[in-house]
């Protein structure tokens, strides 16, 4: 079969995990389209996204920027048998969410009902948030099934009620952690319509870990390099991390090496200030794998926002140990199903400077111990995060035979 894979942009280089997945799928058979509800903004794409040979349909992202389109799409969906299903559908939600966000989904729905192709049999969607919601109104207008990859923010931030109905109308969803996966199964209809599947590592994608020095932060020559990757948002703290790199002490010499963008990079900057901190921001994989290869160890302190919008399994952190760097982290959401504490790194509890700096200044000062988590760290993301054994259960399922007939139904 043919699938819409629906996404909110496309391509982005922090969701590596997503490329992974479309590509893992096509390589085993599954022909895709992607559907993407916004247009590229990120300055560079990774060599994984040249090698997908899916092609992308971009919907409107504001409808004033498309009228037209948008009134067109609108006059053919509306004479669909799923229509007034999918219009009631959304009536409910916007009187619950009366945003202009809410709006936007049920055009672009409309469109995308309107302009796909007749050899799309299945909607697939990354995210439970607003991807999810194209794909339910789409799904409902044109009768075809769906379902969906759910991740962080989206399982997080999303109002209870809205999961829940969207549970119900999906046939399956997968997610990439055990708490996020035991979250979902108590608001879906039935435990079983949710799955784990971890995103995993395909490490024939990445180099083996290099061989290193040794550094233990006492030569001013050789310092020690903490490497960390992710986009500067407050879900991330770095703004602890920096706090806590301030603590550590002066006789410690190192080097911090940033790389991801993101909204907070001024303020982030201008926190640095005086620190031997280098923010290379974006940058397509390959410059991210040869940092990790630069440095010593990985640094990442995940907290919960405010809003509640929190990482699930860091793909980083996966990245990291393939090249056998133990990565320094906190207890936060999916990060302890990977990071073992005391045997493939440190983990310390969210908003702790003072523990975080501990634990960097205890790595930094014990090269055995960081080469020891390190191996340790690669032995685990290549026996139990297994890309292929993951990429293969999804694959099954879009194959499955309830798939295949419902499909056929329709």
Known sequence: MTVATV????????????????LGLEERGVAQRIVSLRRPTDPARHPMHEQIAAPVHYLPEYVREEPVRVW?????ARRLPGYRAARAAWLADWRRDPTPNRGRRFAQAAVLAAELPADVERFHVHFLHTPASVAR???LMTGLPWSCSAHAKDIWTTPEWEKREKLAGCEWLATCTSVGAAHLKSLAPAPERVMLVYHGLDLGRFPSPPERDAPDGSDPARPVV????????????????????RLLPAALNWRFVHIGGGRLAGPLARAAEGL????????????VIEELRKADLFALACRIAPDGDRDGLPNVLMEAASQGLPAVSTRVSAVPEFV??????????PEDPQALAAALAALIRNPAE???????????????????AGIDR??????????ALRSMRR
């Open 7 to 22: 996404v909110k942009g496309w391509p982005r280089l922090s969701e590596t995990f997503i490329a992974q997945e479309i």
């Open 72 to 76: 067109r799409g609108w006059q053919r």
């Open 137 to 139: 109104y789409a799904s």
């Open 226 to 245: 903490i490497a960390s990757v992710g986009r500067l948002v407050e879900k991330k703290g770095y703004d602890v991390l920096l706090a806590a790199l």
């Open 276 to 287: 031997p901190v280098s923010f290379l921001g974006a940058q397509p994989q390959g410059r």
């Open 340 to 349: 073992r504490a005391g045997e493939t790194g440190l983990l310390v509890e």
């Open 370 to 388: 960081r080469a020891a988590m390190g191996r340790a760290a690669h032995t685990r993301v290549r026996t139990a995060f297994s890309f292929e």
């Open 394 to 403: 999804l694959a099954e399922r879009f194959e499955s035979p309830t798939c």
